[in-house]
């Protein structure tokens, strides 16, 4: 259902061996170690994630050729934990590779740019929420000069798949 209502399996279909050929590609270092360290931050808590012979490898997979793939957005934190979750769900790291590029390219684009622009604008759209709903709340958090994109940026960066229960 994730796949058709995205358009990933409509771009799966036109590119049937892209995910392979990238993933035998030439690939840039520095965003392979970078992916390396986030590898075991990614749901430590849960079983599958806890080796390389469990969804680390498939993970690793997944990052590294979706940053190939949208060299404009490369990678950036946060991703590691929505691929995680759909590879938990959907269990086919091709089909997550798909759903990945639909949701950078197609569902949240400004997200994962390399400005974050959505992800700035979002942040100040929940204090201007937080100031509807909780004007004290929201006038201590000024008075101590708490910037917004220090409370949730890491929420949204990972569609708040690093706060939901993962427990195998």
């Known amino acids: 259902m994730w796949m058709l ?11 049937p061996r892209t995910y392979r050929l990238l993933l035998d590609s030439q690939k840039d270092e520095r965003v392979v170690e970078t992916i390396a360290l986030d590898l075991h931050r990614t749901f430590p808590e849960n079983i599958f994630f806890s080796s390389e012979d469990g969804l680390q490898r498939p993970l690793r997979n997944v990052l ?6 949208n060299p404009d957005k490369g990678y950036s934190q946060g991703l590691n934990f929505i691929a995680g979750l ?12 798909w759903l990945m590029d639909s949701l ?4 949240l684009p400004d997200f994962y740019s390399p400005g974050m622009e959505a992800v700035r604008a979002e942040q100040e759209l929940l204090g201007e929420i937080i100031r509807w709903k909780d004007r004290e709340l929201h006038d201590h958090i000024q008075e101590v000069g708490v910037q917004w994109c220090l409370v949730g940026t890491k929420w949204f960066m990972c569609l708040f798949a690093d706060v939901l229960p993962t427990e195998a």
């Not at 209502?5 to 590119?15: D, H, I, M, P, V």
């Not at 590294?64 to 793939?69: D, F, P, T």
């Open 104 to 107: 950078m390219n197609n569902i």
């Open 86 to 97: 759909l590879l938990l769900i959907v269990k086919d790291e091709e089909n997550v590779f």
């Open 5 to 15: 209502l995205s358009g990933a399996e409509e771009k799966r279909k036109a590119n």
């Open 64 to 69: 590294v050729a979706a940053s190939l793939y």
